[in-house]
């Protein structure tokens, strides 16, 4: 496949292929007396998984969550410091500067996800009065691009995964469970951003091989076929990852005779789940097939926008953040521009609607295994209610 050098216009198309990312209870259901004071208290940490990338508060996982606590008999208040782009970092990096709140749409590594845990240590909350955290992390850490780039193999891909998902999230979850003494922790997993069932168009392939970086000459077929293995090595090592830091720290709390438990919640994403699938539960373009030929035929002069519920909020943000500045040079117009770009279409790939239920519903089957366990949250009586369905 030849391959033609990228003109000065070609840097916009090119941000667009780089930012495309990264229940029922039937019967009845254990439901618990409120707390002494109560009050259940919902943490929640991590990235623009659980902040909710392009949702609407009540279309969000951790609102799906809290919904089918309280109908289950819980008063629930929650306090959100998850962000779009947070980054796992380290205990302390805040330092004694912290980070200024930020619309929670607009993707930056900072505050990290160990920062956030500062935010609350310095506000007026009760470290011990916390019930529940929820907590992602790790993707932000290797670069969510790498992932769209058929230069990177499927073993790098596991060795990244393997370096940020697992000593850098155990570290975390062992930090949150010592600072919130009497919560439990529920750790939600990633999806595989494309997969067979994406779609196989123009557009798509035009994105591919923007976004390629690679010396190694491939057709469109193999840039697809790369990318592939990429989204499911990704999907299949994260999670495993995932999963064995947050077993080896329940472990740990099960050892020292503590009540508290750490859980892993595994979203299941099937092929046609992808991005661009038939059954896409990821945002996409809110556009036709013949203004995503004009993005292409005009390497970009044409913009496209996204199709969640965020877009015009974010974008406000976004334009207020990436104000043009005094003095500009052309080669800082050009930046600029392309980051104000991927900051108004950063909802690309991330769960819409469906996908944030799918979150709810993998999250509240470990609430479920903590429903029926002794020692769940601050007051252990239990009371049979009858379930409600959270849709």
């Known amino acids: 496949m030849k391959r033609t050098p990228c003109i000065a216009k070609c840097s916009t198309l090119a941000v667009l292929a780089a930012i495309i990312l990264i229940f029922p209870l039937p019967g009845y259901a254990q439901a618990i007396r409120p707390a002494a004071d109560g009050q259940f208290n919902l943490l929640v940490l991590g990235d623009s998984i659980l902040w909710g990338q392009g949702l609407r508060d009540e279309h969000k996982s951790w609102y799906l969550v809290k919904t089918w606590l309280e109908s289950n008999g819980r008063h629930v208040r929650e306090r959100v410091e998850a962000h779009s782009g947070a980054v796992i970092g380290a205990a302390g990096d805040s330092g004694a500067d912290p980070v200024p709140a930020l619309n929670?749409?607009?993707s930056r590594g900072v505050p990290s996800v160990n920062a956030q845990i500062d935010n609350v240590l310095h506000s007026n909350t009760d470290p011990t009065k916390i019930d529940l955290v929820l907590v992602d992390g790790c993707i932000n850490d290797l670069d969510a691009r790498r992932l769209l780039n058929a230069a990177n193999a499927p073993a790098g891909i596991l060795e990244l995964a393997q370096q940020k998902c697992g000593p850098p999230v155990e570290s975390l979850l062992t930090r949150i469970a010592s600072t919130f003494p009497n919560a439990h922790v529920v750790v939600t997993g990633y999806y595989p951003i494309l997969s067979e069932k994406s779609a196989n168009d123009f557009f798509m392939r035009s994105l591919y091989e923007r976004l390629y970086t690679g010396t190694e000459r491939m057709n469109p077929r193999q840039l697809r076929g790369r990318l592939i293995e990429i989204s499911r090595e990704w999907y299949q090592a994260s999670n495993?990852?995932?999963?064995?830091?947050?077993?080896?720290?329940?472990?740990?709390?099960?050892?020292?005779?503590?009540r508290q438990r750490a859980l892993f919640a595994e979203v299941v994403f099937l092929p046609e789940h992808s991005f661009a699938a038939p059954q896409s539960r990821l945002w996409s373009f809110d556009a036709s097939a013949i203004r995503k030929l004009?993005?292409?035929?005009?390497?970009?002069?044409?913009?496209?926008?996204?199709?969640?519920?965020?877009?015009?909020?974010?974008?406000?943000?976004?334009?207020?953040?990436?104000?043009?500045?005094?003095?500009?040079?052309?080669?800082?117009?050009?930046?600029?521009?392309?980051r104000l770009m991927q900051c108004r279409l950063a909802a690309i790939g991330h769960p819409n609607r469906k996908g944030a239920q799918m979150y709810a519903e993998a999250i509240n089957q470990q609430l479920k295994i903590l429903l029926n366990s002794p020692g769940w949250l601050r007051d252990t009586g239990l009371i049979i209610a009858p379930s409600n369905t959270v849709r």
């Open 104 to 106: 929670g749409e607009v």
């Open 240 to 258: 495993r990852m995932l999963a064995t830091a947050t077993a080896k720290v329940d472990a740990q709390l099960t050892a020292k005779g503590s």
């Open 294 to 338: 004009l993005v292409i035929l005009t390497l970009g002069r044409v913009t496209l926008n996204t199709n969640d519920e965020r877009r015009k909020q974010r974008s406000a943000s976004c334009n207020d953040i990436l104000r043009r500045p005094a003095g500009e040079t052309k080669e800082q117009e050009t930046m600029r521009k392309n």
